[in-house]
């Protein structure tokens, strides 16, 4: 079974500034999509950004790039220019490409981001 | 604003209630997922239906009868629940089921049991 780790449970990061949120995963499949989602204080739980594990290329949406890394299994958010406004909850998640399982996005604990001015 | 609205935002029921929790997509998916968020605990997808057809039903008691009338609508039933099953659910919907479809999220009820 799959499984997605994130060893962070908390970082804290200066406004402006940079921080690198780390996720890795366990699987043996080979084609698969990978995603951050973000979890503000509403709770409503929003795409970052998204990777397939078949592209080389890193994924980028304005100041959200991701690292994937797929023979190390490593799947880590970069945040450039911080905002109060990226406070929350980062959730890294996995989901399979094969049947059985199709609707399952499997999520990690989450790394609270703290942001400060 | 969403795409995917949930109703009501906040339910407190008692252990031998019944309460429906109500979502709705205005995205013109065919997908729609329940997941439950608990404190200590990751996201648990729940169940899955595809063009109103469950496709999946993660082990899930019971007392969680889900319902899908529509493409549109999913409702999650809840009866004579204990009070571990206070989390927050969330209803969520793709275009399709298939894994390349992203997944967007309402932003949840809380659920309370006394």
């Known amino acids: 079974a799959q499984t997605v780790t994130q060893s962070q449970p908390e970082m804290s990061v200066q406004e402006a500034e940079t921080v690198t949120l780390s996720c890795t995963y366990d699987?043996?499949?080979?084609?698969?999509?990978l995603f951050w989602y973000k979890q503000p204080p509403s709770r409503q739980m929003i795409l970052v950004i998204r990777?397939?594990?078949?592209?080389?290329q890193n994924a980028t949406e304005n100041r959200f790039s991701v690292n994937f890394q797929k023979a190390a299994k490593s799947f880590s958010l970069k945040i450039s220019d911080s905002q109060l406004g990226d406070a929350a909850m980062y959730f890294c998640?996995?989901?399979?490409?094969?049947?059985?399982?199709?609707?399952?996005?499997?999520f990690g604990k989450g790394t609270k981001l703290s942001v400060k001015p | 604003e969403t795409g995917v609205t949930q109703t009501p935002r906040h339910l407190v029921m008692g252990m031998t209630n019944k309460k429906s929790l109500k979502c709705e997509q205005h995205?013109?998916?065919?997908?729609m997922y329940w997941y439950k968020q608990s404190a200590k605990k990751p996201l648990e997808l729940m169940f899955v239906?595809?063009?109103?057809?469950?496709?999946e039903n993660n082990s899930v008691p019971s007392r969680f009868s889900p319902e899908c009338p529509n493409s549109s609508h999913l409702f999650l039933h809840l009866h004579t629940l204990q009070p571990e099953d206070s989390a927050l659910y969330l209803c969520?919907?793709?275009?399709?089921?298939?894994?390349?479809?992203?997944?967007?999220f309402g932003e949840g009820s809380w659920l309370t049991v006394v």
């Open positions: 998640a996995y989901r399979s490409d094969y049947g059985g399982s199709q609707g399952n996005l499997i």
């Open positions: 990777q397939e594990a078949y592209k080389q």
């Open positions: 699987t043996s499949e080979s084609d698969y999509y």
């Open positions: 969520a919907s793709s275009q399709e089921v298939q894994a390349g479809n992203t997944i967007y």
């Open positions: 239906y595809s063009l109103e057809e469950r496709v």
């Open positions: 995205l013109g998916h065919n997908a």
